[in-house]
């Protein structure tokens, strides 16, 4: 099946008064509460907010996982309020990557069948050098053979990203990846985040607590109460790393306050 692009825009992600309220009657919750937000292609955009301000939620809609229940999403050009499920379903396959906090890696497969799974359940043949070059552009080509329980955390999670990575998605979408990993190998990943972005321009959207981690973003989107509360541009000069890490530390604070 194939979807039309109604839109060749240049945002990756948009969302315009974007509402989402989960639940219904007295004891539904209002996720997102009028969200507008350009995600540009090419960049990387860490989001932030105390819990419970939408984070999660955000990036649910963003990726066509989750339906508002208003407002618009444009998704690699789509508006997904157009499309039918099976529509989604396709877009979803063909432009999102996805990674979480775990890395939901089958423990009786390689590295490689992994990395091909996903697309072997939704249809789509992925080639042994595409599985080989998803593995290299994570730096596992010599683990392509290993099982999870034979890999550290950290090389558990570059699984999940190559697989998330292996169809070329438009975006990548990371809800806490570094959640469950140690200081130095969540700085490997995100050092690893921050390549694909500069050297494949892989448009990518994170969730994050951590103000380190989304440092390594090009731009902070803080929510509070469901509501987009700021947006900060970050300095990408290395140098400016510890600077901008203790100003989104200073941001959250303001906000919590
Ligand atoms: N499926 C659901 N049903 C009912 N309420 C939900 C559901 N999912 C999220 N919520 C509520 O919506 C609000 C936003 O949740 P969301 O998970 O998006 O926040 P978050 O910022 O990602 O939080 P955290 O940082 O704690 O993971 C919260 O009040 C949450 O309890």
């Known amino acids: 099946m194939r979807t039309t692009r109604q839109n060749p825009a240049p945002d990756a992600v948009r969302l315009r008064s974007v509402r989402k309220i989960h639940g219904t009657g007295t004891g539904s919750v209002t996720a997102l509460d009028g969200v507008s937000i350009d995600f540009p292609r090419g960049t990387f955009t860490a989001v932030m907010g105390p819990s419970g301000s939408g984070k999660s939620t955000l990036l649910q809609c963003a990726a066509g996982l989750d339906r508002p229940t208003e407002g618009q999403v444009t998704l690699a050009g789509f508006d997904l309020g157009r499309q039918s499920e099976r529509q989604r379903t396709v877009l979803r396959r ?3 990557g996805f990674v979480f906090q775990s890395f939901n890696l089958v423990e009786s497969l390689t590295a490689a069948q992994n990395v091909e799974l996903p697309s072997r359940f939704a249809g789509r043949r992925v ?3 595409e599985i080989a ?3 290299a552009a994570v730096g596992l080509t010599r683990r392509a053979k290993h099982r999870p329980s034979e890999l550290s955390g950290g090389q558990q999670q570059r699984v999940a990203l190559a697989r998330a990575l292996v169809t070329r ?3 990548l979408f990371a809800d806490e990846p570094t959640g469950a990993l140690d200081t130095t190998t969540s700085r490997e990943v995100l ?15 994170m969730v994050t607590h951590d103000p380190v981690a989304a440092a390594f973003a090009d731009a902070v989107v803080l929510l509070k109460d469901g509501r987009v509360a700021d947006r900060i541009t970050l300095d990408r000069d290395p140098r400016s790393h510890g600077r901008n890490a ?3 530390a200073a941001h959250m604070a303001g906000m919590e306050a």
């Open 94 to 96: 063909d432009h999102i």
């Open 127 to 129: 080639r042994p050098e």
């Open 133 to 135: 070059a998803a593995l």
């Open 169 to 171: 998605p438009d975006v």
């Open 191 to 205: 050092q690893l985040l921050r390549r694909l972005v500069d050297q494949e321009g892989r448009t990518t959207l």
């Open 246 to 248: 203790s100003a989104i």
